[in-house]
């Protein structure tokens, strides 16, 4: 069965740093990777996603994610984060044919 | 276009009691999902319904049930609550079970029991 880590549980910032989630996922076959933001009190939205192709994706606001295929990892960057990125961000794997699987999620307070 | 809704937003339910959860979809999709979501734990996949007229499980669906009502609606019913219910809800759509096709969310339906 496939399933998602996310190194991380809460990450607090200084508005302007730079920033980099962690996101790990177990499966050996083809898969397709997601980043979600969920900003406090809303639905989760899609930030970026990878099928195929060139492994450094970039998303909206900003963000970018590097898929790295021989470390099953695909982390989400920003170089300059904002106050207003303060949110909850998931990562989700899904494989040909199966569901999405989330990671627990990581929350993002970025101080002004 | 409103995409996902939900209805109600936030609910308080005593143990024992039931309720259903409604969501609806207006982007023509065939798959819809109810998820729930805990602190630390992520979004836990309920039931799904890959098309008009097919329901499955998820990871956790004991003490829920489902129904497809018509390609637009997709229902979630708590017979009998538990505490342990307690949780956002959430659902989601999707074109179909095409791998690059992106899920679309609701805004959730916050449920407490007591």
């Known amino acids: 069965a496939q399933s998602v880590s996310q190194h991380n549980h809460h990450v607090i910032l200084s508005e302007a740093a730079s920033l980099e989630l962690g996101c790990n996922y177990s499966y050996g076959g083809t898969v397709n990777l997601f980043w979600y933001v969920q900003y406090p009190g809303q639905h989760l939205q899609l930030l970026l996603k990878y099928f195929s192709g060139d492994p450094l994706v970039k998303g909206i606001k900003g963000f970018e994610a590097e898929f790295i295929k021989s470390k099953f990892s695909f982390n989400l960057r920003k170089p300059s984060v904002q106050w207003s990125d303060t949110a909850e961000y998931f990562c989700?794997?899904?494989?040909?044919?199966?569901?999405?699987?989330f990671g627990p999620g990581t929350r993002l307070s970025v101080l002004p | 276009n409103a995409g996902v809704t939900q209805n109600p937003k936030f609910q308080v339910l005593k143990t024992g009691q039931s309720m259903t959860l409604q969501c609806a979809q207006d982007m023509n999709h065939n798959s819809m999902y109810w998820y729930r979501q805990d602190p630390g734990m992520g979004l836990r996949l309920i039931y799904y319904?890959?098309?008009?007229?097919?329901?499955d499980k998820g990871e956790v669906p004991n003490g829920y049930n489902v129904s497809r009502l018509n390609k637009r609606e997709f229902s979630l019913r708590l017979e009998s609550a538990a505490p342990s219910q307690t949780s956002v809800y959430f659902c989601?759509?999707?074109?179909?079970?095409?791998?690059?096709?992106?899920?679309?969310f609701g805004p959730g339906t916050r449920l407490l029991v007591l």
């Open positions: 989700a794997v899904n494989a040909r044919g199966q569901n999405f699987v």
């Open positions: 319904s890959a098309s008009e007229g097919t329901t």
């Open positions: 989601a759509s999707r074109a179909g079970l095409r791998n690059e096709e992106t899920q679309y």
